[in-house]
């Protein structure tokens, strides 16, 4: 865990202060919506279909305890009890009024939590792997380099006015957890000759023109990151169109002009900054890690006896197989908490389910918890003996549910439930499509698979790189929803494939099932995955099947 000192503090305090009196004068008259607009966006506040939506960042996912514990006092007190967790490993509050935001905020602040750059035209909340630093598979914890960009771009002046809104993801493992490749920046922690440096990738971003980003260098050392990334951003702010909002992304620029000129302008830009100020020397790397308070792991052994004698037990046994992955330490392990429960909106947590996953972290997992872009959360460093007395607590709360990469462990956005954006609903949606897959054996027997949903174009679920991808979209004042296969987010990412016409609301379970029922009929063999089989046969079969009632 990053351990914030008395300047963080101060800072999130003077910010609290001066909302409180933006708030006022929003509440006396003295400003009207339109003049409030630009401050509220500036401290995550949106107005949605219903009241004032209230985003909070998790920079790179990373959660205390208390910080948990904060999030549900502010569910409890201020909201409906209960919090949503974003794709971007944020949270979002749908109902606080006006007039206790302010409250709200301060009793965040007071644990190190707060709304700045989670809205506007700025660069948002860096983005990681919610396995960092716990996974074996990766070479460094990349939320060092995570909090080296939240520093440099907080209140960054030369960046705070962008074209458009900017995200940043990082991953330093080989299987890509943090969806790199569809992010106006991505960077890959790898190393070459004994130097860790990152892959740069630009240009990638969903929303109505999607685009898998392109590598514009293969290694930019380390101590170059930040003078690398200030010149991606110079290109950006000096180039991309400020015309047309559609247009404004990064993404369009570099579509634009070519991969080949960007990077030329990137380079030029680069050479006049690279050695100057923003050069971090091994002292400015340290100090940030030493910030990092890391957990006093206990010397354990891989499976314990009590986790031997517990995977006897049949719902256990499931629930490990779906939900723990190993750890780089000897007799720890990863683990999932699936927020998808059957017939529940994905990505929501309550009040006393956020209290209580605080108290299972201090009890199993050394205080701390991840935010999953998947929308779910990660108890990153449990001790495999627990391991079966968590499962039971976690089952009582509802929150051992086995389906974390199956089809039930549905991405998706609020929708026309809340969003103003929107104009069709994700919620109602997935949760009839978890209640159509409740039967845990078929799930597992259809293997993996990531169904993405979005209320609209903007893509907030993340449709085009689901592996199945459902688009909410309106025809005369219903809902249909166009459907895609053969998306991804990870490594290979790639977009999905428009299969027909959209289909009405009442039809979209029936075409999911028959499109799984035709996997289940054509794969060669129950190890060949759902996405593999859309590549190996292409769309036709599927689609052949998805309309063949109609």
């Known amino acids: 865990?990053?351990?914030?000192?008395?300047?963080?503090?101060?800072?999130?305090?003077?910010?609290?202060?001066?909302?409180?009196?933006?708030?006022?004068?929003?509440?006396?008259?003295?400003?009207?919506?339109?003049?409030?607009?630009?401050?509220?966006?500036?401290?995550?506040?949106?107005?949605?279909?219903?009241?004032?939506?209230?985003?909070?960042?998790?920079?790179?996912?990373?959660?205390?305890?208390?910080?948990?514990?904060?999030?549900?006092?502010?569910a409890r007190r201020y909201d409906r009890n209960y919090g949503h967790f974003t794709t971007r490993q944020n949270i979002q509050f749908n109902w606080i009024k006006l007039e206790e935001l302010p409250d709200a905020m301060a009793d965040l602040a007071r644990a190190g939590l707060h709304g700045l750059q989670t809205s506007g035209n700025c660069i948002r909340n860096t983005t990681t792997d919610p396995w960092a630093a716990a996974t074996p598979e990766e070479i460094e914890d990349p939320r060092l380099y995570a909090e080296i960009i939240r520093q440099w771009s907080t209140l960054h002046p030369e960046f705070t006015y962008l074209p458009r809104k900017f995200k940043i993801a990082i991953t330093a493992a080989k299987h890509d957890r943090a969806a790199i490749r569809v992010h106006d920046i991505g960077l890959r922690l790898h190393q070459r000759d004994g130097e860790t440096g990152f892959e740069v990738i630009v240009g990638g971003g969903l929303g109505r023109t999607p685009f898998v980003g392109k590598t514009i260098r293969e290694f930019l050392p380390r101590h170059h990151l930040l003078s690398y990334l200030e010149a991606v951003l110079r290109t950006y702010n000096a180039g991309g169109r400020r015309d047309n909002i559609y247009k404004a992304r990064i993404k369009i620029q570099v579509h634009e002009i070519g991969t080949e000129e960007f990077t030329r302008r990137v380079e030029e830009e680069w050479a006049q900054i690279k050695d100057g100020a923003l050069t971090l020397d091994d002292a400015a790397i340290d100090a940030i890690r030493a910030h990092f308070k890391e957990p006093d792991f206990e010397a354990l052994t891989d499976e314990p006896e009590v986790l031997v004698a517990a995977k006897a037990d049949s719902a256990f046994a499931r629930w490990f197989g779906n939900s723990v992955a190993p750890h780089k330490v000897p007799g720890h392990a990863i683990v999932t908490i699936s927020?998808?429960?059957?017939?529940?909106?994905?990505?929501?947590?309550?009040?006393?389910?956020?209290?209580?996953?605080?108290?299972?972290?201090?009890?199993?997992?050394?205080?701390?918890?991840?935010?999953?872009?998947?929308?779910?959360?990660?108890?990153?460093?449990?001790?495999?003996?627990?391991?079966?007395?968590?499962?039971?607590?976690?089952?009582?709360?509802?929150?051992?549910?086995?389906?974390?990469?199956?089809?039930?462990?549905?991405?998706?956005?609020?929708?026309?439930?809340?969003?103003?954006?929107?104009?069709?609903?994700?919620?109602?949606?997935?949760?009839?499509?978890?209640?159509?897959?409740?039967?845990?054996?078929?799930?597992?027997?259809?293997?993996?698979?990531?169904?993405?949903?979005?209320?609209?174009?903007?893509?907030?679920?993340?449709?085009?790189?689901?592996?199945?991808?459902?688009?909410?979209?309106?025809?005369?004042?219903?809902?249909?929803?166009?459907?895609?296969?053969?998306?991804?987010?990870?490594?290979?990412?790639?977009?999905?494939?428009?299969?027909?016409?959209?289909?009405?609301?009442?039809e979209v379970v029936d075409v999911v099932e028959r499109i799984l029922d035709a996997y289940v009929e054509l794969r060669q063999s129950p190890s060949e995955t759902f996405i593999a089989a859309v590549q190996r046969l292409g769309i036709e079969p599927f689609k052949e099947r998805a309309y063949a009632a109609r």
Not at 43 to 58: D, P, S, T
Not at 63 to 74: C, K, P, Y
Not at 360 to 374: K, P, S
Not at 385 to 414: F, M, Q
């Open 1 to 74: 865990m990053y351990v914030y000192d008395e300047f963080d503090r101060t800072f999130l305090q003077e910010r609290v202060d001066e909302f409180r009196d933006q708030v006022r004068r929003r509440l006396s008259g003295e400003l009207n919506e339109e003049e409030f607009k630009p401050l509220r966006l500036m401290n995550g506040v949106y107005l949605q279909l219903h009241a004032y939506m209230l985003r909070i960042a998790i920079p790179y996912g990373t959660l205390s305890a208390d910080q948990m514990r904060a999030l549900a006092h502010v």
């Open 339 to 506: 927020l998808k429960p059957v017939g529940g909106p994905p990505g929501d947590a309550t009040a006393e389910q956020m209290d209580a996953i605080a108290d299972l972290a201090d009890r199993f997992a050394y205080g701390e918890i991840r935010v999953a872009h998947e929308q779910n959360l990660t108890l990153p460093h449990v001790r495999q003996k627990d391991l079966p007395e968590l499962w039971r607590a976690l089952d009582k709360l509802g929150l051992a549910t086995p389906n974390v990469g199956l089809i039930s462990d549905i991405i998706a956005c609020p929708g026309l439930d809340y969003c103003s954006l929107a104009n069709a609903r994700s919620i109602p949606l997935a949760q009839d499509l978890t209640k159509r897959f409740a039967d845990h054996e078929r799930a597992a027997d259809i293997g993996r698979v990531h169904l993405n949903i979005s209320g609209c174009i903007n893509a907030c679920g993340h449709h085009h790189v689901g592996h199945i991808g459902i688009l909410g979209v309106e025809k005369k004042d219903e809902e249909f929803y166009q459907i895609t296969l053969g998306g991804k987010a990870n490594h290979k990412a790639r977009l999905g494939e428009l299969i027909g016409p959209a289909v009405p609301e009442s």
